[in-house]
């Protein structure tokens, strides 16, 4: 009997014991991780909302400065060119877009090979990307999707070759661009971004915060080698060729102004104080070289144009692109007046010297672009509190803009040469007479029959 009483109470009290744990317990939790599952879940960082947030939209910024320079560029060109040079913005979004989801991101920022290009089989396709996290930080503990990273900085590379379009725009067969830009994007843009940004032997040696060595002295020294293979326009410059409408290029200037925003302050890869910097000094440069664009006009001519003020705008953004992150906000007043001056000058110099850069590649972007990655060392943020030495940063900066312009001469004159001689790049006299709309593409942008 006594045992059979000390059973029975030994009973109650371990259901009761089990009653109290299953009450503590949330129903709802999901099963305890074990071994492997488990040692994974505790390692996997924190996603930072807030910075992913600001990618994502950072992101879509880039993207819609493409048909911003669309626009810009349409603009420009005479009305029987407007769709055919509006492509070539378009088309780059669909084949650089292709050409990074396969190999692209995996070129730029996979493992070093001798600093130059890089290589991640799991990168390939974004294969290894997809799940995985870019890190915020050196302990790995905050993080972004790294899919995330990827599109961010694919829209860098979409626009880069888009840029080269503007200095041989209005005399080039469709084919044979989309081929160069394609070549161009694996052997210039990938290389050179992975030697500066990727993890290549300038990366944290030059400066470029956001592109003024790798996307816009690249494209405007391109475009120019480009330009001087392929020749002038028929009748360039002996007959008039006016902008088909200026209306669209000032609000394809707009949209690239709204969109540098996150060209510039995205690239902080962050939402913090670097982020508000970037884009503090983004739109001080760009207001700056507007302005000096039109004081130099009012004193030459008389009057400021609207073409001169958004190319002043442009060249201003151009020029606070390689600094966006490390200079005071007066230094990009400094910077977005000095890049309006020598931008003037170098478009006036192409005037007296004869060469056909259409929409002036080179004049607003290679000389911008050059003297914004030189010129940041002189307005320097302090570190920590202590003054960073010009000195010592003007030689990683002169060496950035070397390497670009070699690369950029030496590569796109064998493609030009090799794609001309084969696929054909230059179009001949009777398509320019007739226009790339009509030509190339079967079309009117305007729906005129004769348009000029």
Aim: proline share 4%; hydrophobic share 55%; glycine share 12%.
């Amino acid at each position: 009997m006594t045992r059979r009483l000390t059973f029975g109470l030994a009973a109650v009290v371990l259901l009761g014991l089990a009653g109290l744990t299953l009450a503590n317990e949330d129903p709802t939790a999901p099963p305890a991780e074990t071994g492997q599952a488990a040692l994974e879940a505790a390692a996997a960082p924190t996603i930072d909302t807030g910075t992913t947030a600001w990618m994502l939209t950072s992101t879509a910024l880039v993207l819609l400065m493409v048909p911003g320079l669309a626009m810009f560029y349409g603009g420009l060109v005479r009305t029987k060119n407007v769709l055919g040079t509006m492509m070539h913005c378009f088309a780059a979004m669909a084949i650089i877009g292709v050409i990074w989801m396969i190999c692209g991101y995996a070129m730029t920022f996979g493992s070093t090979i001798k600093g130059i290009i890089g290589w991640d089989t799991a990168k390939l396709f974004l294969q290894g990307s997809d799940g995985d996290y870019y890190y915020l930080d050196e302990a790995k503990t905050t993080a972004i999707p790294e899919l995330v990273f990827a599109m961010f900085q694919g829209k860098f590379a979409i626009i880069t070759p888009a840029l080269i379009a503007g200095a041989f725009a209005e005399r080039v067969r469709f084919r044979g661009y989309c081929v160069f830009i394609a070549l161009w994007s694996l052997l210039v843009y990938n290389p050179l971004a992975h030697i500066v940004w990727g993890g290549g032997y300038l990366t944290g040696e030059a400066i470029d915060f956001a592109g003024g060595t790798v996307i816009h002295i690249s494209a405007g020294v391109s475009g120019l080698v480009a330009a001087i293979y392929l020749g002038a326009r028929r009748g360039y410059p002996a007959v008039a060729m006016h902008p088909s409408n200026l209306v669209m290029t000032m609000m394809g200037a707009g949209l690239l102004w709204v969109g540098w925003f996150g060209f510039n302050a995205g690239s902080s890869v962050a939402s913090g104080m670097q982020t508000a910097q970037a884009l503090t000094v983004t739109q001080i440069a760009a207001a700056a070289g507007a302005v000096t664009w039109m004081v130099i006009e009012g004193i030459r001519y008389g009057k400021a144009s609207a073409l001169g003020m958004v190319s002043g705008i442009l060249a201003g953004l151009v020029a606070i692109t390689p600094a966006a992150g490390d200079v005071v906000p007066w230094g990009a007043l400094v910077l977005g007046a000095l890049a309006s001056v020598f931008c003037f000058l170098a478009i006036a110099l192409k005037n007296k010297l004869g060469y056909d850069d259409t929409l002036d590649v080179f004049g607003i972007h290679g000389v911008a672009g050059i003297i914004g990655a030189i010129m940041l060392v002189f307005f320097l943020r302090p570190d920590d509190g202590e003054p960073r030495s010009w000195a010592d940063q003007i030689w990683p900066q002169f060496e950035g803009v070397l390497v670009s312009c070699g690369i950029a001469v030496v590569v796109t004159l064998v493609l030009v040469v090799l794609i001309d001689k084969t696929l054909g790049l230059k179009l001949h006299d009777d398509g320019e007479m007739a226009g790339l709309d009509h030509q190339l593409h079967g079309e009117h942008g305007y729906g005129l029959l004769n348009p000029e």
